[in-house]
Structure formats: C-alpha cells, structure tokens
C-alpha cells in the first residue's frame, strides 16, 4: 500500500510539473484534454491516476513519452536536460568562435606571405568583433541574456578600436582619432538601459502570469470572468 502511495505521489507531481512547464492552468488543461478541473487536481493531489489513454494523451500534449509522466522525478529530468543543451550550445559557440580565428589567421598568414611588413595583426582585432556577433546571435537565439549583455558591449568597444587602429595604421597618425571612442559611452548607455529596460519588463509579466495561474489553479475567478458573469 505504501509503494502504491508513493507511485501516485510521483506520478502526482511529474503532472503538476509538465502542466506547468508548458504554462496552462488546471481548467485549460482539462478543456484540451475533456475532462473538468477537478479531475486534474485531484490527479494532481495524488487522489487518483489518470487511466492510460489519458496519460498518452498528456504524453503527447506535452511533447514527453508515457514513461517521463510515470517515471522517475520531472524536475530532475528536465534539469539534467537542460544541462546537456546548455553544454551542446558552449559547444557550437566554441566551434563558431574557432572557424572565425581560423579564418582570421589564415588572412593574417596569407597577407603577411604575399606583403610582409604590413599591419596585418589588425585582422586579429576584426575577428574578435566579429566573434562578439556571431555570440551575440546564438546569445539571442538560446535567450542567454547576461551572455548576450557582455557580447554586444564587447562588440561596442572592440568594433570602435579596430577602426581606430585601421585609421591609425593607414594615416600612419593618431591625431584625435582618440574621440572614436566617445561614441562607445552613450552606445553603451543605450545597451545598459536597454537590457535594465527589458529586465524589468520580462519581470513584471511573469509576476502577472504566476499571479493569473495561481488564482485559476486556486479556483480564484479572474476579473474578466466575474463581470462576464455579473453581466
């Protein structure tokens, strides 16, 4: 009897955890799937066991197998899978950042062979903006956005001296070319009240979504419910 609780007690939170990985409340679950919300929160107290054609029909909603939802712990799961993205996404960064150096060195290689003694290390300097991009790309794809921060202030200042030393090599002067660089402190402004600006955005809304699902999952009817029905 003790193993039969404990089962259900599994099964119970792999449930409550994939329904809300994939963001729906208890009543939107039961709308998709034809059952009422009470069905779901008590298979989700541990009341109860969904039979088997319901289960793939979660299975399937979710995107999991039949053993994800009866198996061993969701939340352990789901975070060693994250952990093996997070690794295969370092790992295409790494390969990216290495074929940009690569190509940089070959230029660097190249040019030097065919024209020695001229400034050619500069290459070096480009490629390291360019590599800012290509981080900056995948950053914003995968949504890493303290990785994405660093990039593009990176690409700011790094894209700004190359140009400076690009000038300074062909003019053979540094002059006041020196000012270049005040451009990077509003660019940098900007990108600082930009990511300060989006944080705080991001923040708010999934305040307003935990706040929305918790009532919903509470049997708390929302605003917009009560005055449909006081109307």
């Not at 208890?26 to 989700?44: F, G, M, R, T």
């Not at 109860?48 to 793939?56: A, N």
């Not at 995968?142 to 190359?162: C, D, E, G, P």
């Not at 009240?193 to 929302?222: E, I, M, Y």
Request: include cysteine; charged fraction near 20%; charge should be positive.
């Amino acid at each position: 009897m003790e193993n039969y609780n404990e089962i259900n007690k599994k099964i119970a939170q792999n449930l409550a955890y994939y329904r809300k990985e994939a963001g729906l409340t208890q009543a939107e679950l039961a709308e998709k799937i034809n059952y009422s919300d009470k069905s779901v929160s008590k298979w989700e107290q541990g009341n109860g066991v969904p039979d088997v054609y319901v289960l793939l029909q979660l299975a399937h909603l979710y995107g999991v197998t039949l053993n994800d939802l009866v198996g061993e712990e969701a939340e352990e799961k789901i975070r060693e899978k994250k952990q093996r993205r997070c690794g295969f996404h370092v790992l295409i960064m790494l390969l990216s950042s290495g074929i940009v150096w690569l190509l940089a060195t070959y230029f660097f290689v190249s040019m030097a062979m065919w024209k020695p003694g001229g400034a050619w290390w500069v290459a070096f300097v480009y490629a390291a903006a360019v590599n800012a991009v290509v981080i900056i790309v995948y950053a914003s794809i995968w949504k890493y956005r303290l990785l994405q921060f660093f990039s593009i202030t990176t690409f700011i200042w790094v894209f700004i001296t190359a140009i400076y030393l690009t000038i300074c090599v062909m003019e053979k002067a540094g002059g006041r070319l020196w000012l270049l660089f005040l451009l990077g402190a509003p660019l940098q402004a900007l990108e600082v009240l930009w990511a300060f600006f989006r944080s705080s955005f991001t923040r708010d809304r999934r305040k307003a979504t935990k706040s929305k699902k918790g009532n919903q999952d509470n049997g708390v009817p929302s605003v917009a419910a009560e005055e449909e029905n006081e109307g």
